[in-house]
T-cell receptor, first 115, second 110 residues
Framework: DAGVTQSPTHLIKTRGQQVTLRCSPKSGHDTVSWYQQALGQGPQFIFQ???????QRGNFPDRFSGHQFPNYSSELNVNALLLGDSALYLC??????????????FGSGTRLTVV | QKEVEQNSGPLSVPEGAIASLNCTYSDRVSQSFFWYRQYSGKSPELIMSIYSNGDKEDGRFTAQLNKASQYVSLLIRDSQPSDSATYLC??????????FGSGTKLNVKP
C-alpha cells in the first residue's frame, strides 16, 4: 500500500521563475492538502483539494495555485518565485470529511530553494 | 494570537526520564488533536491522536486533552535518545484543515 509520494525531492529555482510540485495521495484517500514549512516553523496550510476543486485556502497569495486530477493526484504551482518561498513543501492526504481517524498522511516533502 | 501555540524549547531530559510537551489552541470548536514527530530534514510522522477529554495511552506515549482549558499535552515515558526530535501539535479545525504549532524541540541526553 503506497503512501503519499511527492516529486521532486529537491529543487533549486531562481527568483521570478515558476515551479510545479507533484503529489500522489495514499491509496484510498481522496483529499490532498498542501503545506509550506519554513525552517524552524510549523507547517502552514496553503490549500486543500477535493473532487478536483479547491475546498479551503490558507493565507497565501494568488501566486500559489493548485490542481487535482481525477485520480486524486495533485499539483502545486508557484509563480514569480520569491526568496521567501524557500521552504519544505508538504503534501498530506486524507479521506473526505475527516472520516480517517488517523489525521493526515504526509509525503516526504519537496525542498524548494529559491536563489 | 496564533491558533496553536507551543513552547519552542529546546526541552532537555535525561534518558529514561518523562518528557512533557504542551500545546494550547484558540478555537473552541476544534474536535480532533494530533501529535506529530519530525526529525530534522524529514516530514512529520503521526504518533498520537486524541478526540475526547482525558488520557489516551499508546506504549510509552500518553496524550492528554482538556477541552475546557483548550490544552493538549504529550507525555513520553522512559525517554530514549531516538525520541530527540521536534514535536508538532496539530488541531483539526474543520474538514481536515489542520493548524500546526511551531513545534517543541526535544533533546534526550544519554
Amino acid at each position: 500500500d503506497a503512501g503519499v509520494t511527492q516529486s521532486p525531492t529537491h529543487l533549486i529555482k531562481t527568483r521570478g521563475q515558476q515551479v510545479t510540485l507533484r503529489c500522489s495521495p495514499k491509496s484510498g484517500h481522496d483529499t490532498v492538502s498542501w503545506y509550506q514549512q519554513a525552517l524552524g516553523q510549523g507547517p502552514q496550510f496553503i490549500f486543500q483539494y477535493y473532487e478536483e476543486e479547491e475546498r479551503q485556502r490558507g493565507n497565501f497569495p494568488d501566486r500559489f495555485s493548485g490542481h487535482q486530477f481525477p485520480n486524486y493526484s495533485s499539483e502545486l504551482n508557484v509563480n514569480a518565485l520569491l526568496l521567501g518561498d524557500s521552504a519544505l513543501y508538504l503534501c498530506a492526504s486524507s479521506d473526505s470529511f475527516g472520516r480517517s481517524p488517523y489525521g493526515y498522511t504526509f509525503g516526504s516533502g519537496t525542498r524548494l530553494t529559491v536563489v | 494570537q496564533k491558533e496553536v501555540e507551543q513552547n519552542s524549547g529546546p526541552l532537555s531530559v535525561p534518558e529514561g526520564a518523562i518528557a512533557s510537551l504542551n500545546c494550547t489552541y484558540s478555537d473552541r470548536v476544534s474536535q480532533s488533536f494530533f501529535w506529530y514527530r519530525q526529525y530534522s530534514g524529514k516530514s512529520p510522522e503521526l504518533i498520537m491522536s486524541i478526540y475526547s477529554n482525558g488520557d489516551k495511552e499508546d506504549g510509552r506515549f500518553t496524550a492528554q486533552l482538556n477541552k475546557a482549558s483548550q490544552y493538549v499535552s504529550l507525555l513520553i515515558r522512559d525517554s530514549q535518545p531516538s525520541d530527540s526530535a521536534t514535536y508538532l501539535c496539530a488541531v483539526n479545525i474543520n474538514f481536515n484543515k489542520f493548524y500546526f504549532g511551531s513545534g517543541t524541540k526535544l533533546n534526550v541526553k544519554p
